[in-house]
């Protein structure tokens, strides 16, 4: 119930002209309901459109004439002040709006999940703190704190005491598992809530696998992306109530509105698909780093290697490294040469010989990586969009880029029409290797074919990175395939990602198990080879250093048509907002070759440019306010059309952390 008359109201809404409070009068039959973070309809525009929008404060007067509030869509304060805090800073920080924001945090209503709920809430539930706590070798004294930790690449035996399970219950989990589990029952103890982002849907289970063991389902909250809206809804809800929760999710659920913060732990921050592919373009580990600062809660970030920008927290003193000491796994590397050498077959037919199961890493999926022309060996390209050509499962042509079908593709070059196969992908791989260990049985695990777990026994798994399923026990044999290809990918992050693929494989073993890394007989190698994982990110981070890549330097883009993007950094200079010119350079323009949903049979859409803008983190606040304001006035008057889907979007686009700057 509000006793101000005047209401602040952030408006949902795509232009950023739009991106501040508008002041509306709270009519007297609306008192009762208008409280902070509810849901509202309220006029704008000389027409009297009608928006939605939420209420972030109030006032007892306004400067402007104040038209009334419409209605309360909802009575629910479904938009916290804190996490209004939380969505200014990032949309400040990324040149975004908050309206970019609320769709990523704030999910669409349900009115008949949103009834249950209010029902329930009428007779709360009484606040019960479970006492319960996690013994395994490489814990540490407590997860209070800014901490990061490498985890150790096994299972490890687990007792569980407290008051919900068997006393000493004794469980076997991987040791990253463990340490989650652990911190959310550090802060469950205190009646504390733990948000856990995971990249990747099957850890995500495998995490509310080990909750539900210790009979704690009533705390979690599920914020799974692949949920239908109601439920994502009601874990939303569960989040407002007073009890303390577990919210396990990906990147999303870093804005989880719960209301006694205890720790965000974020598993794997070098996993691509914690970055968001839409505006504000922020990635999840950013997002915890800015809540964190704001909530003073606990921080820990966690993987089997480390990122470029965690080894950076570290150096310069902000996080604390908390990894214990363990035995590396065994893992040898072979020379470059043949695809799949002795040494990996020798590996998988004692493993075979135990009656043990065999992982197999390859780079792609499909029959075939890539397709080439027959007659002049030109890459074959996609007639949508231009990308390429592999063989899918089903040994048909199909784009990597946008997923369309190309039968009868012509060559660019030649105009042909026959191709001819790359190297292997996961399905011939399967294929071949299938006939050199009959009796064996095979699967292949790809995104297009998941498989989350599989029971032990003598069994052969090709998967592509990232797919790879969990067997009880473990694999007896890793063989990671195609390494030097993973290495030679055209993105700033290739070792990196490399590296953490190969880790997550590898901490799929079994106790006793031999990982083979083939061709990985180099300086990279090696060292991965011995786990000496903070090596290889300090050198990762060195190279960035020496080449002033992020994370070293935060690195802007400007994309759009030459001439609004010249628009946009003419007379861009950095006295002008900071004051000083350290770590500022503009590089570009940067033609790109193809606007993204351009086709030959659509018009041909105006080319794209890209301008970089290497910056300090001292001039992150002062650029994105200069940038947005420039943003606002041109796209104001321009607008871009996709050429493939007719979809309508901003002329320039901004990223202020740009993940592919080559």
């Known amino acids: 119930m509000s006793a101000s008359s005047f209401a602040r109201v952030a408006i949902e809404s795509p232009l950023p002209q739009l991106d501040r409070l508008f002041d509306y009068s709270i009519p007297p039959e609306l008192q009762d309901l208008c409280q902070i973070g509810v849901r509202v309809q309220v006029p704008f525009g000389r027409g009297g459109a009608v928006h939605e929008g939420y209420i972030v404060d109030f006032a007892n007067s306004t400067e402007f004439t104040a038209s009334p509030i419409e209605a309360v869509t909802s009575s629910v304060p479904v938009l916290p002040t804190s996490l209004y805090r939380l969505l200014r800073v990032i949309a400040d920080r990324q040149a975004g709006t908050v309206s970019d924001l609320f769709k990523l945090a704030v999910p669409k209503r349900s009115v008949r999940v949103e009834k249950s709920w209010v029902e329930a809430q009428k007779t709360p539930a009484v606040a019960k703190f479970p006492q319960l706590a996690l013994n395994f070798a490489g814990k540490p004294e407590s997860y209070d704190g800014r901490l990061t930790l490498l985890a150790e690449p096994r299972f490890v035996s687990t007792a569980f005491i407290g008051e919900t399970v068997a006393q000493n219950q004794n469980l076997g989990l991987q040791a990253w598992i463990a340490h989650f589990v652990s911190a959310a029952l550090e802060n469950l103890a205190q009646g504390k809530s733990t948000i856990v982002v995971v990249p990747d849907f099957r850890d995500q289970a495998r995490l509310r696998s080990a909750f539900e063991q210790l009979e704690l389902s009533s705390y979690l909250a599920n914020f799974d992306t692949t949920q239908t809206p109601s439920a994502r809804y009601t874990a939303f809800l569960r989040c407002l109530e007073a009890n303390p929760c577990i919210v396990i999710g990906s990147r999303a659920a870093g804005f989880a509105p719960v209301t006694n913060l205890g720790s965000i732990v974020i598993w794997d921050?070098?996993?691509?698909?914690?970055?968001?592919?839409?505006?504000?373009?922020?990635?999840?580990?950013?997002?915890?780093?800015?809540?964190?600062?704001?909530?003073?809660?606990?921080?820990?970030?966690?993987?089997?290697?480390?990122?470029?920008?965690?080894?950076?927290?570290?150096?310069?003193?902000?996080?604390?490294?908390?990894?214990?000491?363990?035995?590396?796994?065994?893992?040898?590397?072979?020379?470059?040469?043949?695809?799949?050498?002795?040494?990996?077959?020798?590996?998988?037919?004692?493993?075979?010989?135990?009656?043990?199961?065999?992982?197999?890493?390859?780079?792609?999926?499909?029959?075939?990586?890539?397709?080439?022309?027959?007659?002049?060996?030109?890459?074959?390209?996609?007639?949508?969009?231009?990308?390429?050509?592999?063989?899918?499962?089903?040994?048909?042509?199909?784009?990597?880029?946008?997923?369309?079908?190309?039968?009868?593709?012509?060559?660019?070059?030649?105009?042909?029409?026959?191709?001819?196969?790359?190297?292997?992908?996961?399905?011939?791989?399967?294929?071949?290797?299938?006939?050199?260990?009959?009796?064996?049985?095979?699967?292949?695990?790809?995104?297009?074919?998941?498989?989350?777990?599989?029971?032990?026994?003598?069994?052969?798994?090709?998967?592509?990175?990232?797919?790879?399923?969990?067997?009880?026990?473990?694999?007896?044999?890793?063989?990671?395939?195609?390494?030097?290809?993973?290495?030679?990918?055209?993105?700033?992050?290739?070792?990196?990602?490399?590296?953490?693929?190969?880790?997550?494989?590898?901490?799929?073993?079994?106790?006793?198990?031999?990982?083979?890394?083939?061709?990985?007989?180099?300086?990279?190698?090696?060292?991965f080879a011995l786990w000496d994982q903070k090596s290889l990110a300090a050198q990762e981070l060195a190279n960035r250093r020496e080449l002033g890549f992020p994370p070293h330097f935060r690195m802007a883009s400007v994309t759009g048509p030459r001439a609004l993007v010249d628009q946009m950094v003419a007379g861009l200079d950095p006295k002008s907002f900071a004051g000083k010119e350290a770590g500022f350079q503009i590089l570009g323009p940067l033609a790109n070759e193809v606007q993204p949903g351009a086709s030959n049979t659509a018009p041909v859409p105006e080319p794209l440019w890209r301008y970089l803008i290497r910056f300090d983190y001292s001039l992150g606040e002062s650029l994105a306010t200069e940038l947005k304001a420039r943003s606002l006035l041109i796209n104001a008057g321009n607008k871009s059309i996709n050429a493939k889907s007719g979809r309508i979007s901003r002329a320039v686009r901004v990223k202020m952390d740009d993940s592919e700057v080559i």
């Open 269 to 527: 921050d070098s996993d691509q698909s914690l970055n968001e592919p839409t505006s504000p373009y922020i990635h999840a580990r950013e997002v915890a780093l800015l809540r964190q600062q704001q909530t003073g809660c606990n921080l820990l970030l966690a993987g089997h290697s480390r990122s470029a920008e965690c080894q950076r927290l570290v150096e310069i003193g902000y996080l604390s490294d908390v990894t214990a000491n363990f035995s590396p796994p065994k893992i040898a590397v072979t020379d470059p040469g043949l695809r799949v050498d002795s040494t990996s077959y020798q590996a998988a037919r004692k493993a075979f010989e135990a009656g043990g199961a065999v992982l197999v890493q390859v780079a792609n999926t499909g029959h075939s990586t890539g397709t080439y022309c027959a007659a002049c060996g030109e890459r074959s390209q996609c007639s949508s969009c231009h990308g390429p050509l592999f063989i899918d499962t089903n040994s048909t042509p199909r784009c990597r880029w946008c997923s369309a079908i190309n039968l009868n593709a012509k060559c660019v070059a030649c105009g042909q029409t026959k191709i001819r196969q790359g190297l292997a992908g996961s399905t011939r791989t399967a294929a071949e290797l299938g006939k050199s260990f009959p009796g064996v049985t095979v699967t292949e695990a790809t995104f297009d074919k998941r498989i989350q777990n599989l029971k032990p026994g003598k069994r052969l798994v090709v998967a592509t990175p990232g797919a790879e399923p969990v067997i009880d026990g473990g694999y007896a044999a890793v063989i990671l395939l195609d390494g030097q290809k993973l290495l030679a990918k055209d993105t700033l992050r290739a070792t990196e990602q490399a590296v953490n693929l190969w880790s997550n494989a590898v901490s799929l073993l079994a106790p006793g198990g031999v990982a083979v890394g083939v061709g990985l007989a180099t300086p990279i190698g090696q060292k």
